[in-house]
């Protein structure tokens, strides 16, 4: 976003308390969830790891993908003139950006760990 704007997104814009990135401490989420009417099944709380391959930097796709989180926000730019041009913008910065996701093929991978939840309504 810094390539389109020139500056830090704000930091009003951090992750929700309770969205998915504010649910990563498993006790809080847990608590939630009883106080809620939830009880825990087989399999709650099981963790794992993933690595996805978002295409490469030649085409389209890892672009795409990768800007999917702020989609709404270039095209609000563009549309209310605040930043024109700013899709052609953040393409144009996305192999710098992404550098360190990609392999020396161009590449681009993202990874991550996960908790899978497993309830049902008591």
């Known amino acids: 976003m810094r390539a389109v704007t020139g500056q ?3 930091a009003d814009t951090a992750p929700s308390p309770v969205g998915p990135l504010g649910l990563a401490d ?12 939830f009880e825990f099944a087989e399999g709650h709380n099981a963790r794992g790891s993933y690595r996805a391959h ?17 989609g709404s926000t270039l095209s ?18 996305f192999p ?3 550098e360190s996701f990609a392999d020396a093929e161009g ?3 993202v990874g991550g760990r996960y908790r899978t939840i ?3 309504k008591r």
Request: glycine share 12%; net charge negative; aromatic share 8%.
């Open 76 to 93: 609000g730019f563009e549309a209310d003139g605040t930043h024109p041009g700013a899709w052609t913008t953040a393409n144009a910065a």
């Open 118 to 120: 497993a309830v049902r």
């Open 96 to 98: 710098k950006v992404c």
């Open 26 to 37: 498993p006790a809080l989420f847990d608590r939630l969830l009883q106080g809620a009417g």
């Open 54 to 70: 978002l295409g490469n930097l030649s085409g389209e796709r890892a672009f795409k993908m990768s800007a999917m989180p702020i």
């Open 8 to 10: 830090e997104p704000a």
């Open 107 to 109: 590449d681009v991978y």
